[in-house]
C-alpha cells in the first residue's frame, strides 16, 4: 500500500496519516464501499415517473412482506422443531441461503424503484476440503443471512401500515401523496441500507486480504523461482566445473602423472570450491541471514549496511525483538533500498532509523542522494510496496528531484512470544 507524503517533513510517521486516500500499488483506488446513490428529484405535487414507482414500491410492500415474513416464520419454525434431529441444522443453513436470494430480491427491486444503489455482499465461502457439515456451519453463522431474516420479519406490519396509508392517499389525500410517500419510501431506504447493504468496512477487509493473498502466493512464487535459478547458473554450475576438473586430475594421478599441470588443476578446483562456497553463502543470506536470527536486527542491518557504497548510519531503537516474519520483511526492505542507495542515487551519506511506536515497526530509509525515486522507476519499489501491504503494512516514499530521498516503511508489530505460541498450538 502507498502514498506520498507532503514534501517538507523529514520525519513523516505514517500512522498519524492513516486518514490520507490510499491507492494500490497498480494505481487503483482500494474498495470504498457502497457507491452512494443518485440524488432524487424533489417531491412536488405532479405526480412524476419517481413518485410514481415509490407508490408501486409502497403498495408492493404488503405482499412482498407477507411472504417473507411467512418464509421466515416458517423456516425458523421448523428448523428449530427439527433441531433434535440430523436434519434440523441442514435445513437453518438452507434457510438462511434462501434468505440471501431474498435480500437480493429485494435489492433489486429498491434499485428499480427506489433508486438505492446497495451493493451485493460478497459470496458465501465454500470450503471444498472442509466436507459438509463445515460448509453448514459457515452456512449457520452467514451473518448477511441472518440480517436478511431480520429485515424480512419486522417488515409486516410496516408494509401493511405503508399500504393502507399509500391507498388511502391515493383517493383522499392524493395531492400531498407525493411528500407522503417521500416520507414513508426514505424510511424503506434506510432500512435496505440499514440490514440489506453489506458491511463497508468488512468488504473493504475482504477485498484487501483476497488481493494480499494473491501478493504473498505470487512472491512466493518469485522467490522460489529466484532460489533456483541462481543454485542452477551459480552454484551448481561451479559444482559441475569442480567435478570435472578432480575427475581430470584423478585421471593423470592414475596415469602416474605428478607434473604442474595436476597441481594447476587442483589449484583452479580449490578455487572453484570458494567461489561456490561464497555464492552459497551469498544465497543464505538472501533467503534469511543467520545474523538475522541470532542477533536481530540491529547486527544484521549493520552488515547490510557494511555493504553500501555510502557511509550509512544505523539506528535500532526496539525494547524487544519482533515476531521472525516481521523481522525478516523489515531486513530485506532495509536491504533493497540500500542497495538502491549503492546503485541509483549517488549518495554521499544514508541512515536507517528502525522504532516502535504503538503497536506498529517504523523503519526509515534517508538519503542525500539526487532523488527522484518512484515506485513504477524499475528500482523494485513496487514490490516492496506489495510485500508491505500483504502484511498490512505501508510504503510511503518522499523524493523530490535533488533531493533528499525519504522511506519509510510501517509494519504491524507481532510479538515473537505470541507467534512461539501459535507454532506450539499447531
Known sequence: MTARIPVGSHRPHPSRDRQNPL?????????????????????????????????????????????????????????ASLTVTVIG????????????????????????????????????PMRGNGGFFSQVWTSVKDPVGWRTMLYEFMRLPWGVATFVITLTS????????????????????????GLLSPSEE???????????RGVVVD???????????????????RLVNLAMGLGLAKEKLLEGRNDEHVAAMVEEAHGEVKL????????????????????????????????CTAPVKVTVDLETRPAAAIEGIAYFTVSELLQNVSKHSGARSAAVDVWRTDERLLVQVWDDGRGGAT????????????????????????????????????????????????????
Not at 102 to 123: F, I, Q, T, W, Y
Request: glycine share 8%.
Open 219 to 237: 512472491t512466493a512464487a518469485a522467490d522460489l523461482r529466484r532460489i533456483e535459478r541462481d543454485l542452477h547458473d551459480g552454484a551448481q554450475a
Open 89 to 124: 441444522l441442514p435445513l437453518l443453513a438452507a434457510a438462511l441461503l434462501g434468505a440471501r436470494q431474498l435480500g437480493k430480491l429485494e435489492r433489486a427491486r429498491a434499485r428499480a424503484l427506489l433508486r438505492v444503489r446497495v451493493d451485493e455482499p460478497s459470496p458465501l
Open 23 to 79: 491507492v494500490s500499488p497498480s494505481g487503483r483506488p482500494l474498495p470504498a464501499g457502497r457507491t452512494p446513490s443518485d440524488p432524487l428529484p424533489p417531491a412536488r405535487f405532479a405526480f412524476d415517473g419517481q413518485t410514481w414507482r415509490e407508490i408501486a414500491h409502497l403498495l408492493a410492500n404488503m405482499p412482498v412482506a407477507l411472504f417473507g415474513f411467512t418464509y421466515v416464520v416458517a423456516v425458523l419454525f421448523t428448523s
Open 276 to 307: 561456490a562456497l561464497q555464492e552459497l553463502r551469498d544465497l543464505a543470506r538472501g533467503i534469511h541471514p543467520a545474523v538475522l536470527t541470532d542477533r536481530g536486527l540491529d547486527a544484521a542491518l549493520s552488515a547490510v549496511a557494511s555493504r
Open 170 to 193: 391515493l383517493f383522499v389525500l392524493w395531492p400531498v401523496l407525493p411528500y407522503i410517500a417521500r416520507a414513508l419510501t426514505n424510511a424503506d431506504r434506510a432500512m435496505v441500507r
Open 202 to 212: 468488512l468488504e473493504r477487509r475482504i477485498a484487501e486480504l483476497e488481493s494480499d
Open 375 to 426: 515506485l513504477d522507476g524499475g528500482t523494485g519499489m513496487a514490490g516492496l510496496a506489495e510485500r508491505l501491504g500483504a502484511v498490512d503494512g505501508l510504503f510511503v516514499v518522499e523524493s523530490p528531484v535533488g533531493g533528499p530521498t525519504t522511506v519509510t516503511a510501517e509494519l504491524p508489530w507481532r510479538d515473537r512470544g505470541d507467534e512461539r505460541a501459535q507454532a506450539r498450538r499447531r
